[in-house]
């Protein structure tokens, strides 16, 4: 077998293991198709083609060469953001072609193999915090926050099991949902607590597919049918399994009086409250999806940014134009922290900004205030869920192409720079 052919086998071999591992990252596909045509290109494939679909990439080096499939299902748990930031890494150098196919190979599957840079106590606490954070974005009382940190921890075990057994992960946010809200019920409808659903939709928010939504409308947008349809009908059915172990425990336990049970915001805590929630939430997130090192600061950044555009936003515009704001401005910011030396991909920064946009919340409210007897209150902030996604999408269509034309000029200003 000549030296060509192997070359050829592992190049193949490493633009398949590295397009899965950007698939599993979360990035959208027409973005990994581009990546993978400027890594071949790099290493003189440049009549390459690839497909990317969301349970196995398809490519061929060149017409009449032999397609090959590569099968996604082992990194269907998806990357953590210390893994994701090292691919990232190492797509750079790809895109230079630094790097030879058998060594790319040989790192990804290190980088998979990678365990979490923090342990399982670290990671339950971390969720505690996660809860806590999204808790306090939406305006809750002391009892709130004190039982979203409590149910986070719970939620927190359930993922713990669900990353130990695989077979228990499909059943895992129905058992969770119907956990959470059966306790919140019975708080709630005993007296024991001034409980509301802030309380149990922080936790539950963990499970809220609000990324995989946002960006089915991305893929949906750019052309990307099948893929967009296949992340849409996933997301769908995420809330589904959720919807379905809120009716549960409504059936179990029985449903408090709307009363008993508000979705207003009772913000007893101080106007403060939401913006430390925007900082919490980047620790949980830094703590339970293992930041790489060194990110934190970036992501608070990020973060701060996407919240700050959303808030003002809803004081001037309203609330479907303060989550386009919130996602545009997060977007952008992402990537230009991307090209800061020690910035972290922007991948890493951008998806945990989801958490604070958190366009599938009001999906849950208005469900559990449909079953409370509140049917007018619960279609209008399912109505009002629908919008927050579509409008969050939208913002982040706007924000790429914003970014690279800031880029553009960024770039020309450099290059005027150094001819003077």
Known sequence: MSDSTIFDRELQQFLLLLGSALTAAGEAVN????RLLRVAVAYDAV??????LPTYVVMSLAPGYPATLEPTRALSRGLRLDQTAAVYEMLREAERGLISPADGIRRIREIVRTPPRFGPAVQILGYAVLTAGI???????????????????????????????????????????????ALT??????????????????????????????????????GEMVTGASRLVTGILQLLLLAFGIIGAAQAVGVPRAEELV?????????????????????????????????????????????????????????????????LLLTVVAYLVERAPSGPPALV????????????????????EYLSQDSVHGVSDLIRALGSMLAIALGVLCGHPIYRGLARALAIRNLRQELA
């Open 47 to 52: 009549h390459a083609r690839f497909v990317v």
């Open 185 to 222: 019920f019975l708080i709630a409808g005993g007296g024991w607590a001034d409980a509301d659903l802030r309380s149990m939709v922080a936790p539950l928010a963990t499970y809220l597919p609000g990324a995989v939504l946002t960006m089915a409308v991305v893929e949906v947008s750019a």
């Open 349 to 368: 920064s951008f998806l945990p900004g989801f958490w604070l946009l958190v366009p599938g919340a009001l999906s849950l409210i208005g469900l559990t």
């Open 135 to 181: 808790c306090l974005i939406l305006q809750p009382t002391w009892i709130d926050l004190v039982l979203s940190a409590a149910f986070g921890v719970l939620v927190s075990g359930f993922k713990q099991i669900a990353a130990r057994w695989t077979s228990l992960r499909m059943i895992m946010p129905v058992t969770a949902a119907f956990v959470v809200a």
């Open 263 to 327: 979705s207003a915001p009772q913000n007893s805590i101080g106007a403060w409250a939401p913006w430390l929630g925007a900082l919490v939430v980047a620790v949980g997130n830094y703590l339970v999806h293992s930041g790489p090192p060194g990110s934190l600061g970036w992501l608070c950044l990020v973060l701060y940014s996407g919240w700050i555009a959303q808030y003002f936003g809803g004081l001037v515009f309203g609330g479907y134009l303060s989550g386009f704001l919130g996602a």
């Open 31 to 34: 973005e990994i198709e581009e």
